[in-house]
Every structure is written in structure tokens, then in C-alpha cells.
């Protein structure tokens, strides 16, 4: 008796604790958690159905998300509120953040003019040409995510955010999702929406990592074992595509993947207990131009589930703390910084494309410039980095994954009034000699064969060095009095123009220091081989057969050696439709030796210079207006150097200088200042309407004799239309002057080189 007493004793207690810890259980208010799909520009929904979910009271206990769905939920998870995000992504440029775009000011002088000049770049190693494997870096959009986030910079277990926080990704070589709950969350939540083909895949702790929706696009899983009884989940996933909308490489990579999630959600959405799905169906993944509109989709889809979330809320028995506004950092200084993954390019290298000092406090946007300056290189595949606090300020842990591919095979193609038709073909060799150096040959073919040779060491912040090689060939018809003015030419009052060959052989070697991307100072040496001739012409000479067709008067064929500097200052944000900028380009030459064809050399100097500015006084229109001109020093007749003026165009040789109003090579003198305004009227995407007006000087010793004060003796004018196209700017202008009564049609398609 006495063992069963003792025995219905300790039942009596068990049943006991066991009541205690039921009602425990049940008065717990319940703990919610909240599941974010992945779906591209389709989850700025999310950020409408977080406006409705704080406004019914809810405290969210915990979140999940993938891709979209887990950079919205990072960044609530962080402490920003629905209204702050709203505000965010309406600033944001989306298309731009994607493309990875870099500014044209992150590019060096040397880089502005390789991205300015080839239409096509593809891989070119053991002589066979593949394609990127990606469109974009994602870079950024991880500048943008490392400063939203850097309040919370120092919290690795994500656990321990205001909100404790996973998201998802996937191993691209195993196939099996990754569950992301600690580390440096710019870097998890970028993992887990690195979309195949479009962004790079990312590495975190060895393992390669592509989009988590590959594997788990609704992680509901994941957030009820972190503890959540009560599941709100809001699904942007695209559903399976008609073949009517299989429009894009990316429509079918996401019509394979929703195969699996698509299924997924039939089990998943009965788990959930408010399944919130917003009628966005008419919206691509990539219609981020489409935000507000999604964003309001996910307010319309919420506010339907209104009474079932308020019942939440009355039931969580907490009415939630107001989110305090977070307020997003704009500066920060760096003591240290470590650098790794750099095997090819140096420390100094690296840090001199940054352009900042350590200890010295900086902007996010100087920061956000100096990784633009390391991505327009082109040598990384991606870089990543995290900021963490040290005490004193913060760490820079600079994570570089250097692009393997060191040889590219570039493309394009052009056509000119003056250069005629060309097709370019560019072989691209990086580290050809040493570290931080590249190497380029550019071979164009066409009506006249050209080439251009380039060597480059880039030492950042130290003096860089450069060897350049150009051979330049074009023939035009110009006025003959121009050339009996500069040249000892036989006299023939038939003729009255001439078609003149030039060929110029420039070879240079310089060094260059960049204080920043847009300004550089470069002093150097220079030989250069003129030849200017004519078939126009024969020879009045007893020894000569005048019958012979092909004979070719020489007026100048001459070896120049000079030395030279250079100044720049280029911020325009685009070579050929800019909106904004200033630009500064001056340069002086002192010619020392010439093999002197003509027997009339003696030491001489050029000097020119032009600065303009660009502003945006409507939207798309902008307006452009800059001055130049140049002289001679000295008192040598050496003619082959003088200014030349006329015809439309870029990057032309020597002293030729483009003037509307007047064909090309049509005024010449030692000297000459010009002004010109010009009006570019976007009435369009890409299209451009164009209006040029200009005005010039032109003569010998004009500085000398101060009449450059007086009134311009030349004016012209040129209204044409431009085109931004793959194959770069295609642009045709009708030109005139009322000095004279012919007028022109100049003509370009693609980039000038």
C-alpha cells in the first residue's frame, strides 16, 4: 500500500507540472514570423505589404527571405521601417544598380578611351573566344547595401539583429540551399539574389552561391524552427509563363527554376497561416521602372488579410515600440585595411585606385568611388568588402576575386567622311610584362589601313608609365592656295584643289600621375613621322615621266623628335552626349630635331588648349559651351604643324581641329582661337536632337598681333541628329557658313578611332 501511495503521489505531481507548463504555454503570446519570397523587381511588393502588416500592430518575432525577399527583409530586419523603405527604393536607380554601370568617372584616362572606342568584349585565352559568364558584378548594389546596413556592421549572428533574420542560398556545384544566419549580411543577402547569368556567382566561407530560389524561393521551414508559431508569408513568385511572355533569357532561366518552386507552393501556402499574394502577375521580374505601382499591389493584397491581422496582433497582447527612424550613415574613417585575394595587382596598385588615406575621414560616396575606380579596371570578377568597428574607427576587409581572364578580343566597326569605312579588331593582353600593366594593339582595315599600339603601367597613386604607337592615314581634298601657302609647291592656276594624302607615324613614351580618375598631369617624349603628299600634281622637273599617273608630289616627309606635357581635366559623363561636366585639355610640345625634309627646321613650340562646360538647364536639354585655340612659338617656317580647321569629328591627328560650317583641312595658320556653343535636345531615348554653332580666328602670329580681340572672320554652323547605338553614337549633320556658299553633309556611325 505504502509503494502505490508514493507511486499516485509522484503521478498527482506530473500531472500537475504538466497543467502548469499547458497553461504556460497557451497565455505565451504567440510568436510571429514572417516569409519573403524571392521574385526580382516583383518583391518591391513586400515592401506595400509591410506598410499594412506595422499598421495592424503586428511585432514581427522573426523573418525569412530569398533574393528580393531577403534584402527587404535584411533591411527591415535591421530596424528600417516600411515607410523608410518605401523611400529608399523610390531613389533608387535600378537599372543602373543592375547594369553596374560604372561612371565615366571612375575610369581612367586610358580606360575612358578603351570603353569609348570598341562596340563588342569577349574572353579571348588559348586563342578561343568565349562569353562573360555573367552581365554584372553586382557591385553596385552591394555599395548600396553595405552603407543601408552599416548601423548594424558589427552584428554576425543575424540572430541578434533588431529582428533575428535568415535567408537562403544555394551551392551552384552541390545543388543544395544554404541557410545564411551569420557573417556580414551585405554579403549573405547578396548571395542569396545573385540571379544565374546576370550577376556573378558570390563566395562565402568556400562554397560558390547563386540565388537561394534555385532551392527554397519560401523558407518557411527555416523560420518556424526559429520559433514561430504563427506564419505570415507573402508570395511574389512568378508563376509558369505562357510561351507568349518566354520573351528574354532571363523569362526562360525562371521558367526552368519555377518548375520546382512552383509545385512547392501547393504545400507551402497550407502552411502558412495569412498567405499574402499580390495580383503582380503583369509585371516582369525586371520592372523595377513599374515600383510603385508593385508596391502598391502588396498594400491592395495585405490590407484584404486586415481583420485576420489584427487578430494577430490582439492576441501577441504587445502592442509594439514605435521603429525608431534609422538613419543612414554618410561617413566614416578608416584606420586599416586588409587586402586579400590580390594576386596580380599590387597593394600599391589596389590602393591607389581607391584614392583615399587611412585615418582620414571619408564619405560613403568616395568610398563608393574608389571600388567604382577598382571595378572599371575590369580585373576583378567581384569585389566585396566588409566594415567593421576596431575601437578607434573602422576596418576596411577589402575581399577580391581577380578576373582570370587576362586576354580580350574587341570589336568595332566605323565610317567617316575623312577616315571613310574601318573595321577595328583589338587583342587586350593584362599582366603582359609585369603586374598592374596591360597591353593593346588596335589593327583597323579599311579604306585606309591604321594601327594604334598601347602600353601601360598603372601605378595608382604613383607615376604611372605609358609607350603609345599610332600609324594614322587618311586622303581629302583641300584648298590648293592652303597648301602653296605652307609648302613649296609648283604653281598651276587650273587647279584650284587637291586630293592630300597624310600619313602620320606618332610614336610616345611618358609618364602620368592621376590625382584623380577625371585629372591627370603627363610630361613624355615624342617621335613622329609626317608625310603629306598629292597624285594631283606632277612634278615641273625635266627627270620625271608627267605621264606616269601614279607619280606622287611629296610637300612634307620629315622624323620630328619632341618632348611634351599635358594637362587634363575631364568630368564629363559622357564623351559624345554629355549632360554635365567640365573639361580642360591643354598641351605643349617642344620640337628639338627633325630630319627636315624642306631644309627650313629650326626650334619650335605648339601650344594649345580647350575648356568647356556641360549643364542641364531643362530636363534633356543640354547645353555645351567651351573655347580653344593655339599658337606657335618660335620663329621657324616649319608649316607642318600649323593649325588646321574644318569638318566634323574626333580624335583627329596633330593640329586638326573639326569647324562646322567648312569642309575638312579648309583654314590653316600658326594660330587660331575658336568658340563654340552647342545645343543636344533628348526627345527621346537615345535620340538626340543637335545644334552646333561655332566661330573662329584663324591666322599666322594672331596672338602676336592681337587679333584674336577682333570679330571672328569664320562662322559655321552645323543641325544634325545623333542615335546612342550598340555600335556606338551614329550622328549626320547638315553644315553652312555664311562666308561662303557651299554647304556639307557630314556623317558618322560608331565610335571614332
Known amino acids: 500500500m505504502r509503494n502505490k501511495a508514493v507511486i499516485l503521489t509522484m503521478l498527482f505531481a506530473l500531472l500537475c507540472v504538466k497543467g502548469v507548463a499547458q497553461d504556460t504555454s497557451e497565455n505565451r503570446p504567440p510568436k510571429v514570423g514572417l516569409v519573403l519570397s524571392g521574385g526580382g523587381a516583383k518583391g518591391l511588393a513586400h515592401i506595400g505589404a509591410l506598410k499594412i502588416i506595422e499598421e495592424s500592430g503586428i511585432k514581427v518575432d522573426y523573418i525569412g527571405g530569398t533574393s528580393m525577399g531577403a534584402i527587404v527583409g535584411a533591411l527591415y530586419a535591421s530596424g528600417y521601417s516600411a515607410q523608410q523603405l518605401d523611400s529608399i527604393f523610390r531613389n533608387t536607380d535600378f537599372n543602373n544598380l543592375i547594369q553596374d554601370n560604372v561612371p565615366r568617372s571612375a575610369k581612367t584616362f586610358y580606360e575612358k578611351e578603351d570603353s569609348e572606342r570598341y562596340a563588342l568584349t569577349l574572353p579571348f585565352e588559348n586563342f578561343k573566344v568565349s562569353f562573360p559568364q555573367a552581365i554584372s558584378g553586382g557591385q553596385n548594389i552591394y555599395n548600396l547595401l553595405v552603407q543601408l546596413l552599416f548601423h548594424v556592421k558589427d552584428v554576425q549572428d543575424f540572430r541578434k539583429l533588431p529582428i533575428p533574420f535568415v535567408c537562403m542560398a544555394t551551392n551552384v556545384e552541390t545543388g543544395e540551399e544554404v541557410l545564411l544566419d551569420r557573417g556580414y549580411l551585405p554579403e549573405a543577402i547578396m548571395a542569396s539574389g545573385t540571379f544565374p547569368s ?14 537561394g530560389g534555385v532551392v527554397n524561393n519560401y523558407p518557411i521551414n527555416h523560420v518556424k524552427d526559429m520559433g514561430a508559431d504563427i506564419i505570415i508569408g507573402v508570395d511574389v513568385q512568378h508563376d509558369l509563363a505562357t510561351r507568349e511572355s518566354l520573351s528574354s533569357a532571363t523569362e526562360i532561366l525562371l521558367q526552368i527554376n519555377n518548375y520546382r518552386t512552383v509545385n512547392d507552393m501547393k504545400k507551402k501556402s497550407k502552411e502558412t497561416d495569412i498567405y499574402i499574394r499580390p495580383d503582380i502577375d503583369e509585371f516582369s521580374v525586371i520592372a523595377f521602372d513599374k515600383g510603385k505601382q508593385i508596391v502598391k499591389s502588396g498594400e491592395e493584397a495585405a490590407q484584404i488579410k486586415m481583420n485576420e491581422l489584427k487578430q494577430i496582433a490582439e492576441s501577441q497582447k504587445d502592442v509594439p515600440k514605435p521603429r525608431k527612424s534609422i538613419k543612414m550613415v554618410d561617413s566614416l574613417t578608416i584606420n586599416r585595411m586588409i587586402i586579400e585575394g590580390n594576386d596580380q595587382y599590387t597593394r600599391g596598385f589596389i590602393k591607389g585606385k581607391l584614392r583615399f588615406s587611412l585615418g582620414e575621414k571619408i564619405s560613403f560616396e568616395e568610398l563608393r568611388q574608389g571600388m567604382n575606380n577598382l571595378s572599371a579596371t575590369g580585373n576583378f570578377k567581384a569585389i566585396r568588402y566588409d566594415l567593421m568597428s576596431n575601437g578607434l574607427g573602422t576596418d576596411l576587409i577589402l575581399k577580391l576575386k581577380e578576373n582570370p581572364t587576362k ?54 597613386y604613383y607615376w604611372s608609365f605609358g609607350i603609345n604607337s599610332r600609324l594614322t592615314d587618311f586622303d581629302t581634298e583641300t584648298d590648293f592656295a592652303q597648301i602653296q601657302r605652307n609648302f613649296k609647291v609648283p604653281d598651276d592656276p587650273n587647279i584650284q584643289n587637291i586630293n592630300l594624302d597624310v600619313t602620320d607615324l606618332t610614336n610616345q613614351i611618358y609618364l602620368q600621375t592621376v590625382l584623380k580618375e577625371e585629372f591627370a598631369f603627363t610630361v613624355g617624349a615624342e617621335h613622329k613621322y609626317l608625310n603629306y603628299s598629292t597624285r594631283t600634281l606632277n612634278q615641273v622637273d625635266s627627270d620625271v615621266d608627267i605621264s606616269n599617273s601614279n607619280q606622287r608630289i611629296t610637300f612634307e616627309d620629315s622624323h620630328y623628335i619632341s618632348a611634351y606635357s599635358q594637362i587634363k581635366l575631364d568630368t564629363y559623363d559622357d564623351k559624345y552626349f554629355p549632360t554635365r561636366g567640365l573639361l580642360f585639355d591643354g598641351d605643349i610640345h617642344f620640337y628639338a630635331f627633325s630630319s627636315d625634309y624642306n631644309e627650313n627646321f629650326a626650334e619650335f613650340a605648339v601650344a594649345k588648349a ?111 541628329y545623333g542615335f546612342e547605338s550598340f555600335l556606338g553614337p551614329i550622328q549626320i549633320y547638315y553644315s553652312w557658313s555664311p562666308e561662303i556658299s557651299e554647304s556639307n553633309v557630314f556623317f558618322s556611325i560608331g565610335y571614332w578611332f
Open 407 to 460: 586576354m580580350f578580343i574587341k570589336m568595332s566597326a566605323h565610317y567617316d567622311d575623312l577616315y571613310k569605312s574601318a573595321a577595328l579588331i583589338n587583342l587586350t593582353k593584362k599582366n603582359f610584362l609585369m603586374k598592374d600593366d596591360v597591353a593593346s594593339f588596335d589593327f583597323m582595315l579599311g579604306d585606309h589601313i591604321r594601327y594604334n599600339m598601347q602600353y601601360y603601367l598603372d601605378k595608382g
Open 610 to 720: 580647350k575648356f568647356g562646360g556641360v549643364f542641364s538647364p531643362l530636363h534633356n536639354l543640354s547645353v555645351s559651351l567651351g573655347m580653344e585655340g593655339g599658337f606657335k612659338l618660335g620663329t621657324s617656317p616649319v608649316a607642318s604643324f600649323d593649325f588646321i580647321l574644318g569638318g566634323f569629328g574626333n580624335d583627329f591627328v596633330n593640329n586638326f581641329t573639326p569647324f562646322f560650317g567648312y569642309d575638312f583641312l579648309s583654314l590653316a595658320g600658326n594660330s587660331y582661337v575658336k568658340g563654340i556653343g552647342k545645343l543636344d535636345y533628348r526627345f527621346a531615348s537615345k535620340h538626340h536632337l543637335l545644334f552646333t554653332a561655332n566661330y573662329a580666328n584663324v591666322e599666322d602670329d594672331l596672338f602676336r598681333t592681337g587679333d584674336w580681340f577682333e570679330e571672328p572672320n569664320f562662322s559655321g554652323y552645323g543641325l544634325g
Open 198 to 211: 546576370l550577376f556573378e556567382p558570390a563566395e562565402i566561407n568556400g562554397q560558390i552561391l547563386i540565388d
